[in-house]
């Protein structure tokens, strides 16, 4: 269970991240920000995966550069279900997928699937 706080802390800390560095991307209030931090990642688990397959054509033709806007698409559509969060067109929803995505992806190098800080330690004997 702790995992999941974990990777929901992590989401929050992208869309703060997206906030404070892209211009257009709004969210009012710390409720707001880890709301909406659920609400990204019940999105990313339900409605992605059914994206992501019925794009998968347009997605290969890309070499995967698609997914980057099946990303903005979703946070788009986080930004329309939430009040208090509001995003100004789709290049601000491209960047913020951007900034998200990266938080994402370098928090996942220090936290293991169990939710827990990994650190690996290399003992070099003589």
């Given at each position: 269970?702790?995992?999941?706080?974990?990777?929901?802390?992590?989401?929050?800390?992208?869309?703060?991240?997206?906030?404070?560095?892209?211009?257009?991307?709004?969210?009012?209030?710390?409720?707001?920000l880890?709301?909406?931090?659920?609400?990204?990642?019940?999105?990313?688990?339900v409605?992605?995966?059914?994206?992501?397959?019925?794009?998968?054509?347009?997605?290969?033709?890309?070499?995967?550069?698609?997914?980057?806007?099946?990303?903005?698409?979703?946070?788009?559509?986080?930004?329309?279900?939430?009040?208090?969060?509001?995003?100004?067109?789709?290049?601000?929803?491209?960047?913020?997928?951007?900034?998200?995505?990266?938080?994402?992806w370098?928090?996942?190098?220090?936290?293991?699937?169990?939710?827990?800080?990994?650190?690996?330690?290399?003992?070099r004997?003589?």
């Amino acid at each position: 269970m702790s995992g999941f706080f974990v990777r929901l802390l992590i989401a929050a800390l992208g869309l703060w991240l997206a906030q404070a560095l892209v211009p257009g991307v709004e969210i009012r209030g710390a409720g707001t920000l880890l709301v909406a931090a659920l609400l990204l990642g019940l999105v990313n688990a339900v409605v992605r995966p059914l994206v992501v397959i019925l794009t998968l054509p347009i997605t290969v033709v890309t070499l995967g550069l698609f997914l980057w806007v099946v990303n903005a698409m979703m946070l788009a559509l986080v930004a329309a279900l939430l009040v208090g969060f509001t995003l100004s067109g789709f290049g601000s929803a491209l960047l913020g997928a951007l900034v998200v995505s990266i938080t994402g992806w370098i928090a996942s190098w220090y936290v293991g699937s169990s939710g827990r800080f990994e650190v690996i330690i290399v003992e070099r004997r003589l």
